[in-house]
């Protein structure tokens, strides 16, 4: 089963910065990841996409971050990052990690982190 990790989190005041990544692994696994992505969740609300990557390096933003959110990736690593710049007070979430991973199998498998947390103090 692989798994995707993320880490980076945590409070910032508004306008700071802060840098997210997730990385994907299985033991005992070959895997291949197709897109990979972050969304993130606030309380009460729906999960909405961040940004989104495909394995070819084309990238999609959600309307609220484009221009301060950054969405790259490493296919030998099998990592994506998000680095987030000017944050605002509603970029407050839970973000969560996602890659649609591809099984020895050949079957096409949507594959979610644990969430961290990001903070954006007014």
């Known amino acids: 089963q692989v798994q995707l990790a993320e880490s980076g989190g945590g409070l910032v005041q508004a306008g700071g910065s802060l840098r997210l990544s997730c990385a994907a692994s299985a033991s005992g696994t070959m895997f291949a990841i197709s897109a990979m992505g972050w969304y993130r969740q606030a309380p009460g609300k729906q999960r909405e996409l961040v940004a989104h990557i495909t394995s070819g390096g084309s990238t999609n933003y959600g309307d609220s971050v484009k221009g301060r959110f950054t969405i790259s990736r490493d296919n030998a690593k099998k990592t994506v990052t998000l680095q987030m710049n000017s944050l605002k007070p509603e970029d407050t979430a839970v973000y969560y990690c996602?890659?649609?991973?591809?099984?020895?199998?050949?079957?096409?498998?949507?594959?979610w982190g644990q969430g961290t947390q990001v903070t954006v103090s007014s």
């Open positions: 996602n890659a649609d991973i591809i099984t020895q199998s050949w079957s096409l498998i949507s594959s």
